[in-house]
Antibody, heavy 119, light 108 residues
Framework: EVQLVQSGAEVKKPGESLKISCKGS????????IGWVRQMPGKGLEWMGI????????KYSPSFQGQVTISADKSISTAYLQWSSLKASDTAMYYC????????????WGQGTLVTVSS | EIVMTQSPATLSVSPGERATLSCRAS??????LAWYQQKPGQSPRLLMY???TRATGIPARFSGSGSGTEFTLTISSLQSEDFAVYYC??????????FGQGTKLEIK
């Protein structure tokens, strides 16, 4: 069974750093892209970026380029999304999702990680 | 950036009736379009890809059509579990994927 299991909810202060994770199982982790999607409270889905764990080829939405870093450790089938300095506006639910390839849909989604940034 | 526009923002339909949701792209995305369903407190779930191919386990009452810039998701006979928010997504413009703003399907 394909599963993407994300790390738990986080509460952080503005200016702090954070790294959340997404662990894949039930499939060959290095053969699929992993994307990240933001959903701010009460809002829609926003595509942030995507990584190919086999070679760490990474693409970012211009809206998120320079704001976050996407990485992966194929040895433990895990992708990451990180911030070096959080802002209150980063408060959102973050989902990882699997894609079978370039120009392709997201066929499996993680359960989401809620990030709350508040002073 | 390709802008995806969904209409209507909210659709009120009675159980057992048909629902038709629309999605328009600002430029052609060929058939590289997916539909997702999201229920409150849950992750999005893939319903349709390639504009008209049902994902694994999706009931036949869901159908998709369209190509280029105009797309439609139809639910032929609404069940109680179908009331949710629906998003379209284009994946033609690699790597710049974009989602529509969503259509909330509510019980009339």
């Amino acid at each position: 069974e394909v599963q993407l299991v994300q790390s738990g909810a986080e509460v952080k202060k503005p200016g702090e750093s954070l790294k959340i994770s997404c662990k894949g199982s039930g499939y060959n982790f290095t053969s699929y892209w992993i994307g990240w999607v933001r959903q701010m409270p009460g809002k829609g889905l926003e595509w942030m970026g995507i990584i190919y764990p086999r070679d760490s080829d990474t693409k970012y939405s211009p809206s998120f380029q320079g704001q976050v870093t996407i990485s992966a450790d194929k040895s433990i089938s895990t992708a990451y999304l990180q911030w070096s300095s959080l802002k209150a506006s980063d408060t959102a639910m973050y989902y990882c999702a699997r894609s079978p390839g370039r120009t392709n849909r997201f066929d499996y989604w993680g359960q989401g990680t809620l990030v709350t940034v508040s002073s | 950036e390709i802008v995806m526009t969904q209409s209507p923002a909210t659709l009120s339909v009675s159980p057992g009736e048909r629902a038709t949701l629309s999605c328009r792209a600002s430029q052609s995305v060929s058939s590289n379009l997916a539909w997702y369903q999201q229920k409150p407190g849950q992750s999005p779930r893939l319903l349709m890809y390639g504009a008209s191919t049902r994902a694994t386990g999706i009931p036949a009452r869901f159908s998709g059509s369209g190509s280029g810039t105009e797309f439609t998701l139809t639910i032929s006979s609404l069940q109680s579990e179908d009331f949710a928010v629906y998003y379209c997504q284009q994946y033609n413009n690699w790597p710049m994927y974009t989602f529509g703003q969503g259509t909330k399907l509510e019980i009339k």
